[in-house]
């Protein structure tokens, strides 16, 4: 299958400060890309849908200003978390969208620790 | 709209007996289900997906699959567990097209030896 890769796997950061998520689709461009979040023990919960060129689609309750999205290329979507406070500490996964095999790959994951 | 319900968030099997993960899903549309599974701190691997082909759908790892659009169902099954099986779950769902996931909150399969 497709490969999508996402950078860093894991991150400890200060209140207060940004952090960037970066996703890329490897060996495939794609248009779209999904951005979720996923508390311990919990299901994914999507946050935004993120388009090549275009602004992201944010899902209802998630803040656009604290969630920074950008899909600048065909295989390069970023998730920017700024001014993170401890509640944004979690699990964000991203998928891409593969349309020729109709199916979205999954990202390995990125933990967020804010302390 | 579309949902999914996994009916149990934890499931014990022995090793060698048979896997039964149950998803139920409601949607407005003709809906596209997926299998899912997630190993800890891991994203999510594809085992299999149904997108209205044949309705009996076999994935990878020995998992398969049916869709029974009368039951609104698609439960997973594996005739003999192994203890790789032991991780999480998703069922998902999307409308036929869309590719924007709904997923259901997870079953947790542990393996006893």
């Known amino acids: 299958g497709a490969v999508v890769s996402q950078h860093p796997s894991w991150v400890i950061c200060k209140s207060g400060t940004s952090v960037k998520i970066e996703c890329r689709s490897l060996?495939?461009?794609?248009?779209?890309m999904f951005w979720y979040r996923q508390f311990p023990k919990q299901s994914l919960m999507l946050m935004a849908t993120?388009?090549?060129?275009?602004?992201?689609?944010?899902e209802q309750g998630v803040e656009k200003d604290k969630f920074l999205i950008n899909h600048a290329s065909l295989t390069l979507s970023t998730l920017t978390v700024t001014s993170a406070h401890p509640e944004d500490s979690s699990f964000y996964i991203c998928?891409?969208?593969?349309?020729?095999?109709?199916?979205?790959?999954f990202g390995q994951g990125t933990r967020l620790t804010v302390v | 709209a579309q949902s999914v319900t996994q009916l149990g968030s934890h499931v014990s099997v022995s090793e060698g007996a048979l896997v039964l993960l149950r998803c139920n899903y409601s949607?407005?549309?003709?809906?596209?289900l997926f299998w899912y599974v997630q190993y800890p701190n891991q994203g999510l691997q594809l085992l299999l997906k149904?997108?209205?082909?044949?309705?009996l759908v076999k994935g990878i790892n020995g998992f398969e699959a049916e869709f029974k659009k009368s039951e609104t169902s698609f439960h997973l099954t594996k005739p003999s567990a192994h203890m790789s099986d032991a991780a999480e779950y998703f069922c998902?769902?999307?409308?036929?097209?869309?590719?924007?996931?709904?997923f259901g909150k997870g079953t947790k399969l542990s393996v006893i030896p």
């Open positions: 998928s891409a969208l593969h349309t020729r095999e109709r199916e979205a790959f």
């Open positions: 060996d495939f461009q794609a248009t779209t």
């Open positions: 993120s388009n090549e060129g275009s602004k992201a689609t944010y």
């Open positions: 949607s407005s549309v003709p809906p596209y």
């Open positions: 149904y997108t209205s082909a044949a309705t």
């Open positions: 998902a769902v999307s409308g036929a097209g869309s590719y924007q996931l709904t």
